[in-house]
């Protein structure tokens, strides 16, 4: 490695570290800001807590409201968790049969996903809704957890990873050992297949906790929030009681650490499946 | 849209062994293949195709509303009541110039964050990916809270900061509010898309620099001419996602609503189509401008794609 330093080397080092303020910023604003009375949120100068009260505003966040915040957290934690879960299941299992057998239709349904692929999930929300009040469903913890059973960019990722790590002749030799379709599957191609699947999980999870559109429109019974509609119902509150203000920071800290920390933790995970979206065949 | 893999080819007879039909596979691949399109038949085509088919209905109440509002076939009549108007349309507008904005700065920005993550010049490389993808991890509700309060006088240490350096310094007013969304969903997914370009140069044969280098090449150059013409494709797809996203704008303007007036209820077309079905009770007129939204982020992501295609090799 090169020691000397280059005027290079600084400009890029200076642009990086300009970025990394930028996108850490909001970040560090609300840690502080989580510190806060009310009146020093709006007295004091935004990144500088002249008399921290951490623990007090804690005990308020998760005290309001007989742990209202902590119920959703939960929920959402719930919602993420098990609709993730299922949507790698139903991917892997899809995008293996389509990689590895050949039937009719086969390339028709792959379009069909790949078209799924681009429809985002605010188009659907209000149509799930609809079909949801059909059959009266609507206001339940399955009508969020069901449609966030469904990744279509899930099925793709585990058709190229299948296509591109599983050999056929180790599906054959497999086969002339004796062992059926499902063993295969669920002992050789699951195992091979890992990798694509962490970053399926992850990108659905993701997704699933990001998504505000859907549980607005189905949810109405705030026990069953998430806390992304939580914390904008305490959001739209602040106009009455100011006390609200504290709860929507402190609450938005919380959950904005809580992803952090799961996220800086699973990082090493993440790379593996990126690029798989770009990669020819 | 096709061609992304190949058919796979079936295996070669081995010498000696004559080639094996597995036996009876339809059962097998309906298991494995059944739970995934059941669910995506109800969640995701179902949907689809019940807003399809509400959108060419409607309610109408006879005389003085005494009577029960009687549903009856409209055919085009919601798309045109959607289409006439002028604050849909305006809210169409509204998108197409944030897409226009939003959509060069995203793949600009993605795109020198990686080239310099990537430089020979950059240290500290954990730290600089995991601080600029830390903000896709946060919901874009709470994003926009949190550039909310940064975008309010009252509680913005950069607004402070502006003011005592007497820049210009009001982020809600009716010029300066779309660029102000811009900056969220520029904060949220640069960092996300910086590292899938990040994935693609990682794929390039180092080789390839090597040799630049021998021939002379400085760093720059070899960004400019080896780089980015080998991350076409990875560009390619952060566009179009991007494209699409922006067409969907909502969450972000109806977190900001509450605090200027320069947001109003139709503010974006997702935003019009969900005050159309909860605020109006009118999902007739809901359903049609949520196909149009769809059919208008197709329209625009494919246009694209078959633009970027035909001009050189596929990127899908």
Not at chain 1, 33 to 57: C, E, H, M, R, V
Not at chain 1, 171 to 194: H, N, Q, T, V
Not at chain 2, 190 to 196: D, E, R
Request: with cysteine; proline share 6%.
């Amino acid at each position: 490695m090169v020691t000397r330093i280059r005027p290079a080397t600084v400009v890029v080092l200076a642009l990086l570290f300009a970025a990394a303020g930028y996108f850490l910023l909001p970040v560090v604003w609300v840690v502080i800001a989580a510190t806060k009375s009310t009146a020093d949120l709006f007295g004091t100068f935004g990144l500088w807590s002249p008399d921290p009260q951490l623990g007090a505003n804690l005990d308020r966040l998760f005290g309001t409201g007989d742990g209202l915040f902590g119920r959703w957290i939960l929920n959402s934690f719930l919602y993420a968790g098990l609709g993730a879960l299922v949507a790698t299941l139903l991917s892997a299992g899809a995008g293996y049969a389509m990689a590895k057998y050949p039937f009719r239709g086969r390339e028709a349904l792959f379009n069909l996903v790949l078209a799924g692929v681009l429809v985002p999930s605010t188009v659907l929300a209000l149509p799930t809704y609809l079909i949801f009040s059909e059959v009266g469903m609507t206001g339940t913890f399955w009508s969020v957890l069901l449609p966030s059973m469904v990744s279509p960019f899930g099925v793709y990722l585990a058709r190229i990873q299948a296509h591109a790590a599983i050999p056929d002749a180790l599906l054959e030799s497999a086969r002339l050992d004796g062992a059926g379709e499902y063993r295969i599957f669920f002992r050789i191609a699951l195992k091979i297949m890992s990798p694509a699947l962490v970053t399926i999980f992850l990108f659905q999870f993701i997704g699933i906790w990001n998504n505000y559109f859907l549980p607005l429109v189905m949810l109405s019974d705030q026990q069953l929030y998430p806390v992304t509609l939580g914390l904008a119902l305490w959001n739209s509150q602040t106009f009455r009681d100011p006390a609200f203000f504290e709860l929507t920071v402190t609450g938005a800290a919380v959950s904005a650490l809580l992803l952090v920390l799961t996220m800086a933790s699973l990082q090493r995970f993440w790379r593996a499946g990126l690029t798989a979206g770009s990669v020819k065949g | 849209m096709a061609g992304v893999l190949q058919r796979t080819p079936t295996t070669p007879a081995r010498a000696g062994v004559a080639p094996r039909r597995p036996p009876r596979r339809r059962a097998h691949v309906a298991v494995f293949v059944a739970p995934f399109f059941v669910a995506f038949a109800l969640f995701f085509l179902a949907p689809i195709g019940y807003a399809i088919h509400q959108s060419f209905f409607r309610l109408t109440s006879s005389g003085l509303g005494l009577t029960e509002p009687v549903l009856e076939f409209a055919g085009l009549g919601n798309y045109v009541t959607a289409l006439t108007d002028g604050a849909f349309l305006a809210s169409i507008g509204r998108v197409l110039l944030f897409s226009l904005i939003e959509v060069p700065t995203m793949v600009a920005c993605a795109l020198a964050l990686a080239l310099l993550l990537d430089s020979a010049r950059a240290r500290f490389r954990a730290f600089f990916r995991v601080s600029f993808f830390l903000p896709y991890g946060v919901p874009g509700v709470i994003a926009s809270l949190l550039w909310g309060f940064l975008y309010v006088p009252q509680t913005s240490p950069l607004i402070d900061v502006l003011a005592a350096a007497g820049l210009p310094h009001d982020f809600l007013g009716p010029d300066t509010i779309l660029l102000s969304i811009a900056n969220i969903s520029t904060w949220q997914f640069a960092g996300y898309n910086m590292l899938v370009l990040i994935a693609g140069l990682q794929a390039i044969p180092q080789e390839l620099y090597e040799a630049a280098r021998v021939d002379g090449a400085s760093e720059t150059r070899i960004a400019w001419h080896v780089k980015i013409p080998l991350v076409r494709a990875p560009l390619i797809l952060i566009t179009v996602f991007t494209l699409i996203g922006t067409l969907q704008l909502f969450v972000e303007p109806l977190i900001l609503k509450p605090l200027t007036t320069a947001v109003n209820s139709d503010y974006t077309p997702n935003l019009a189509a969900y005050n159309q079905a909860f605020g109006q009770a009118n999902i007739h007129l809901a359903s049609a401008e949520a196909t149009l939204i769809a059919v208008m982020a197709f329209v625009i992501s494919f246009g694209f794609l078959r633009l970027v295609n035909r001009k050189g090799n596929r990127a899908w």
